[in-house]
């Protein structure tokens, strides 16, 4: 086997690609000083597998790349490929058939270094072997530099048997058996491994064995678990969803009742504002007839005054009678004038006492109509409690009503007014010649005042009812609330008891999880917590899902 070329490539001083032949088996290569000479044998220890740069006469591998001068640049890898003719056959085996054998290595700046075996990519160990018990190498005695000689006559008998060895080709033997031996010791080395992860995995399998057997049961338990929790839940929520349609029913049932009601009420309120018209026409009778009673009540008094003058003036004629009878004449005449519009105010107050008699009938009547319109209010209230109304708006309306009836008993104080106005107007009446129809004037204003007693009677009485029909409604309202209180109660419960049954339906990862970190027989926030009694809804409605919480001392536990 010989070197046939060298093929250098950005290597030390040789920029360009540079290949030197070696044509036959004596050759030289002379130069100045710093031509490159030594960094031909530098290329030929590099590419052999050299990975000391101190032998490379350099600091790293990166000195072997062309760093760059005043006029090129530097570059960024170096490659050396040495071409050997084996036409000969020295190199045996795979490679007997191969006529040349080419090696290469290359290196970038980054570090990476790659060899090459005919253009194939191989190791650093595959180059190596080649050149074992050929003498070649990046340290054999090939290679003889300056100061080699001298060395191998001072050498130990240790270090000249490597060299002999290697003459011999016994180096390379050595070196396989070296490896061999590296590998058997490894072997051994990973079968007592493989032995104790073995005895260690034996042990564990038992363990998990045993765990499987009881996470196997515990599984088998839990399934049940779930069921049986599953069925628990289906019929409390069935009972639930029961008890919240048979509270629904029985709202709409009430609905419709208080709707039916409303509209009675509506109507009833009609009737009212259709008697409070009458009774508005009624008054404004009165008050003409008042008015009319007061103007006659006004031309009585001037006849009184006119009768008081003609009896001043008769006496005064009866003085004078003597000294003339036309003027006694005179005055009797002026008397009978007056007895003639005496008699006429008579007649005309006869004319209206019917009058009278047909307003005080009127206002009669209005007060039996005010009276059947109480008692009917008095049936809405009896209806009112039967219908055990749950909502505000009926007890707005009565707040209406009372005001209303408020409105009446004004109505009805003014009535009195008028007729304490009126008796006192009969008082100034009483003397004179119409004492008698003052009398009953009189005595039909007792008659008034007896019914504006009972009016009054009645009115209490209404006020009363108003107030017992407030304290019932007050109770419909916290009735009203406390069943609205407990349908909430029972849609948060409903609620809860749904995520109790998806809990207890499938959280399979959750129950494995708690078995891995020992946790499954810790109890639960549900098993801990107490409440007071009363509140046990309440707490169950607001934690909800939270009852499954598992309770534990700390964080470490996890």
Sequence with gaps: MRLKSIKLAGFKSFVDPTTVAFPDNLSAIVGPNGCGKSNVIDAVRWVMG????????????ADVI??????????????????????????????ANYSEIAIKRQVTRDGQSNYFLNSVKCRRKDITDIFLGTGLGPRSYAIIEQGMISRLIEAKPEDLRIYIEEAAGISKYKERRKESEHRMR????????????????????????????????????KEEERLVRAQLQALRWKAIDDQVMAREGKILDLAVKLEAFVADQRAQDAQIEARRDQHHELSDKV?????????????????????????ERGSQL?????????????????????????EDTTIRLEAIEPEYDLLQANADEANEQLHAAEERMQEWQLEWDEFNQKANEPRQRAQVEQSRIQHLEQ????LRERMERLKSERETLSAGPLEEEVAILEERMGEADLKLEDLQSTLLSAQEEIKHQREANNQINLELDQLRN????????????????????GENKLVEWL????????????????????????????????????????????
């Design 50 to 61: 050299e990975t000391s740069a101190k032998h490379l006469r350099g600091e790293s591998m």
């Design 66 to 95: 062309f760093n760059g001068s005043n006029t090129r640049k530097p570059t960024t890898q170096a490659s050396v490929e040495l071409v050997f003719d084996n036409s000969d056959g020295t190199l045996g085996g795979e490679y």
């Design 186 to 221: 490894r072997t051994r080395e990973n079968l007592d491994r493989l032995q104790d992860l073995r005895d260690e995995l034996g042990r564990q399998l038992q363990h998990l064995e045993r765990q499987a057997q009881a996470a196997e049961k515990y599984k088998q338990y």
């Design 287 to 311: 008050n003409e007839v008042q008015g009319r009673y007061y103007g006659l009540g006004a031309d009585i008094a001037r006849i009184e005054q006119t009768i008081q003058h003609t009896k």
């Design 318 to 342: 009866q003085q004078d009678l003597q000294q003339t009878i036309e003027a006694s004449r005179q005055a009797e005449d002026q008397l009978r004038l007056d007895q003639e519009q005496l």
């Design 411 to 414: 109505s009805v104080e003014r």
């Design 486 to 505: 407990e349908r909430q109660t029972l849609k948060g419960r409903f609620a809860s008891l749904e995520a109790l049954q998806q809990a207890a339906m």
């Design 515 to 558: 078995a891995q970190h020992q946790l499954s027989d810790k109890p639960r926030l549900a098993q801990q917590a107490s409440a007071e009694p009363g509140w046990e809804k309440a707490i169950e409605t607001v934690l909800g899902e939270y009852l499954q919480a598992v309770c534990i001392a700390g964080l470490d536990a996890v």
